[in-house]
């Protein structure tokens, strides 16, 4: 091929476009590798008397969490979600029909990991008798 002719090809936009069509690397491979890369989704949870911050948190399906809570508090907490969740690691955690419930005492910092495995809206909630109605609320939204 001509020096001219290779020019012609693949100096142009419908040159490019054709050269990266015959590498032929799926789209979705190379996301799935970022993602991978990337590693956990790291989320951090203050509580207190008697809220969350932050009380909305935002996940991706099937993607692992690192959630890091923390009790600034006078008083034991908890945090109780219905989500769905898979490969829960937490030694304190019930992990009762997939889902949690973490306990943490006073100035503890509960770590665990976890990752969903349902779309939706679930909230959470410290279940300790009248903490949920003094607003410690929260909810995890998972989208896909």
Avoid: W
Wanted: aromatic share 8%; with cysteine.
């Amino acid at each position: 091929m001509e020096r001219r002719e290779f020019l012609r090809i693949f100096g142009s936009t419908t040159g490019l476009l054709v050269l990266s069509s015959c590498i032929n690397i799926p789209e979705n491979t190379m996301g799935q590798a970022t993602a991978e890369r990337a590693g956990p989704q790291e989320i951090s949870i203050k509580a207190d008397e008697f809220s969350f911050k932050p009380n909305k948190i935002l996940l991706k399906l099937q993607k692992p969490v690192s959630l890091t809570i923390i009790n600034k508090g006078k008083i034991a907490h908890d945090l109780k979600t219905g989500m769905p969740i898979k490969d829960l690691e937490y030694q304190q955690a019930d992990n009762k029909n997939g889902t949690f419930d973490v306990d943490f005492e006073v100035g503890h910092t509960a770590k665990l990991t976890f990752t969903p495995i349902q779309t939706g809206d679930f909230p959470f909630f410290c279940d300790i008798k009248g903490h949920k109605e003094s607003g410690m609320v929260g909810t995890f939204t998972v989208k896909a």
